[in-house]
């Protein structure tokens, strides 16, 4: 079945740094566009980024020039780099693989204290 595994989240302080990563299995990694959404509480979910099967990425206006997005198809793996962090960054993070379905990872808690 499909799994999609995320990792990298924690509590860090304004100005920090985090690398999530998102481990996809079941899927053929390489055909589907990624992309990272968050959902901080009594909010909607937001795309963040998106990475294309092509390598070309896009951002939300929120995290331009702060947040970097990759993927490795080697290891059937999607990263967000996010630097800069700010308080309103803190939210539930969630990667997304879309193709002829969608699927979504478990989410992990990123906190960002001021």
């Known amino acids: 079945q499909v799994q999609l595994v995320e990792s990298g989240g924690g509590l860090v302080q304004a100005g920090g740094s985090l690398r999530l990563s998102c481990a996809a299995s079941?899927?053929?990694?390489?055909?589907?566009?990624m992309s990272w959404y968050r959902q901080a509480p009594g909010k909607e979910r937001q795309r963040v980024a998106i990475?294309?099967?092509?390598?070309?990425?896009n951002y939300a206006d929120s995290v331009k020039g702060r947040f970097t997005i990759s993927r490795d198809n080697a290891k059937n793996t999607v990263f967000l780099q996010m630097n800069s962090l700010k308080p309103e960054d803190a939210a539930v993070y969630y990667c997304?693989?879309?193709?002829?379905?969608?699927?979504w990872g478990q989410g992990t808690q990123v906190t960002v204290s001021s």
């Open positions: 990475i294309t099967t092509g390598g070309s990425t």
């Open positions: 079941g899927i053929t990694f390489s055909r589907y566009d």
């Open positions: 997304n693989a879309k193709w002829v379905g969608s699927y």
